[in-house]
């Protein structure tokens, strides 16, 4: 191993390809997961020296070595983006406890590092990245995966866009067979098996402060002691059929029947509304008494559900199809 | 010079940070501030209560966007997506200019949401002023970049940060957000006169002041923005306003947010410097 010996190359930054590959070499060592004790690790999976990499890159001062200087950078880079998931994830946090949900986390963020200019957008792929390896909530998995849907959701329904709502008068004297509604793009519907929504209400009472932080400059803290909760009692096993959505620029989730979930799943796939309510007629079960279909108590469904979700602005024209 | 080009011309005085703790009272005690200077990536939203939020502000002050996440010194291509964002907010906020940071952070599309200090060479220059004027052309708005702290100098820098500084602005033809702040903790972390820096910068195109609090650990100076602006930095805002010029100022506190009145009463403690000599009376003015 004499080449790891050698004294380290600098790296010059004399034309745009130069600066590319001096940001790359400088992104690859502040991604770089940090040891348990949240100190920059020394050497690279590969056996190579992080100290003489540093070395090329950075001057050392009368205090600090180069790595030294290095492990600030690398430091914050993990405080803040663990920091943001541990803020975005709560429920998942208390689901796993703390030493999971960070193996967990620094997994994904190793694999799908942020690709977004905002930090909003860090958890986006946690859903896909727990579908890839199920074994990192192991053996909750099916529970996390239903609490990551739906605190993803919250997301998307904090500051997704809000559409006009429909009026009566763009629905007026339309055919239902052809009449299609849309549904707002903050509104997340969720088919769960796990009753993740009363779980996460008895977290956030243990410990809720309301308040996103503010982004500053550099993050000095490793994101811990955010987990001396009591343990709280699982996700019961149920059938959960949820709207996430805002309202007055609050969040909100509602649990709805399996009927109303179907329509309005439906209608935002674009069925048109006869077809849909078809569909949802199929799926109630109250509708149905001694294999007779009660068409009058399905109506009267009907009506209440429509009613309730245009006073809370769910539902406004289609999408124009691009 | 509080007027200029690079801050659309404006005489702003004394602004603070706009940060989530203070939404209720702001709205609801309307307090009186100059002028509020928003993250523009909070805002870079669709909808929701960010955008309501910052509705009702403008319904009452005056705002300036900050940006964090732009990274002009980023070897890659501009990201048009972003930028039609951060265009679309311009339009919403009409902000007289625009600031974001003269660092790096992303590369290839990947992302640390750092501020990451700049290989202070020509070549970085040349890219960094590029993407400035780029920016700026598709904007249509003055844009200041600020400098940043910093805790890492590289081996390739070909010159100090300040003439990279006037390098750039000069190059990109923008105006200079001169956080006071970031050139003591600099300083502290590789051993430079601060002072040195404020008198080598092109004062003229200086549209807008950072002060802001530090923190200092056995080894390195943080920039930590969690408490009150410390006497060296006021010190050297007082030297830069002989310099410049009363010029718009923001008091950042970003992290340990105390109450409203607090922030305000530290930002407003600039104001005692602003009557210090114009630029044409103190142009023979040392250190």
């Known amino acids: 191993m004499k080449s790891l010996e050698a004294k380290p190359q600098h790296n010059n930054v004399r034309s745009r390809s130069e600066l590319k590959a001096f940001q790359q070499k400088m992104l690859g060592m502040l991604y770089r997961p940090l040891s348990p004790d949240w100190k920059s690790r020394k050497k690279t999976d590969e056996g190579i020296s992080v100290v003489k990499i540093a070395e090329g890159l950075i001057k050392p001062n009368d205090r600090l070595t180069s790595f030294e200087r290095l492990e600030i950078y690398n430091r914050c880079y993990w405080f803040r983006v663990l920091d943001s998931l541990y803020d975005d994830f709560p429920g998942l946090l208390a689901l796993l406890g703390n030493r999971k949900f960070l193996k967990l986390i620094t997994a994904y963020l190793i694999r799908y590092p942020s690709e977004s200019f905002t930090l909003r957008n860090l958890g986006s792929r946690l859903e896909s990245f727990l579908c890839e390896e199920p074994e990192y909530a192991s053996p909750l998995q099916e529970i996390a995966l239903d609490m990551v849907r739906f605190e993803w959701a919250q997301i998307i329904a904090f500051d997704e866009i809000a559409r006009e709502p429909i009026s009566p008068k763009d629905i007026q004297k339309r055919d239902p067979e052809k009449l299609r509604i849309g549904l707002q793009p903050y509104l997340a519907l969720l088919e769960l098996n796990h009753a993740v929504d009363r779980y996460l209400i008895a977290v956030k009472n243990q410990e809720f402060d309301g308040l996103r932080k503010e982004a500053s400059n550099t993050s000095n803290a490793a994101p811990e002691g955010k987990n001396h909760r009591r343990r709280l009692s699982l996700p019961k096993r149920e059938r959960v059929w949820l709207a996430v959505h805002r309202y007055d620029n609050m969040l909100y989730y509602k649990r709805l029947e399996p009927a109303a979930f179907t329509l309005l799943k439906e209608l935002g796939k674009g069925t048109p509304l006869e077809m849909a309510c078809g569909k949802a007629i199929k799926r109630d079960g109250s509708a149905k008494q001694k294999g007779v279909l009660k068409a009058d108590a399905f109506q009267e469904k009907l009506q209440g559900w429509f009613a309730e979700w245009s006073s809370l602005r769910w539902l406004t024209l289609p999408s124009p199809k691009k | ?287």
């Open chain 2, 1 to 287: 010079m509080p007027a200029n080009e690079f801050n659309g011309f404006t005489d702003y005085g004394i602004g603070i940070g706009l940060r989530v703790p203070h939404y209720r009272h702001i709205l609801a005690e309307k307090p009186l501030v100059d002028w509020f200077e928003i993250i523009s990536e909070n805002f870079m939203v669709e909808g929701g209560r960010p955008l309501e939020v910052l509705d009702q502000i403008l319904e009452q002050y005056r705002v300036v966007q900050h940006g964090v996440a732009m990274y002009f010194g980023s070897a890659d291509r501009l990201n048009r997506e972003h930028l039609k964002r951060l265009k679309r907010l311009v339009k919403r906020t009409k902000t007289p200019w625009l600031s974001d940071h003269l660092c790096w952070g992303s590369v290839d599309g990947r992302y640390t949401h750092d501020l990451l200090p700049m290989p202070y060479t020509f070549a970085a220059a040349k890219v960094t002023a590029d993407r400035i004027r780029q920016a700026r052309d598709y904007l249509e708005v003055p844009i200041c970049v600020e400098n940043v702290s910093s805790y890492a100098e590289y081996h390739a820098s070909e010159m100090t940060e300040w003439e990279f500084l006037s390098e750039v602005v000069e190059a990109a033809d923008c105006g200079i957000l001169m956080d006071v702040n970031n050139i003591y903790v600099s300083s502290e972390n590789h051993g430079f006169d601060p002072y040195e820096y404020l008198n080598n910068i092109p004062h003229h195109r200086v549209g807008q002041i950072h002060i802001a609090g530090h923190s200092k650990f056995e080894k390195y100076t943080l920039d930590t923005h969690d408490h009150p602006v410390l006497d060296p930095v006021w010190k050297m805002y007082a030297h830069l306003l002989k310099k410049t010029g009363p010029t718009a100022t923001l008091l950042e506190w970003d992290d340990s947010i105390p109450s409203f009145e607090e922030v305000h009463r530290e930002a407003l403690k600039a104001n005692l410097f602003h009557k210090a000599k114009t630029p044409a009376a103190s142009s023979g003015a040392t250190r």
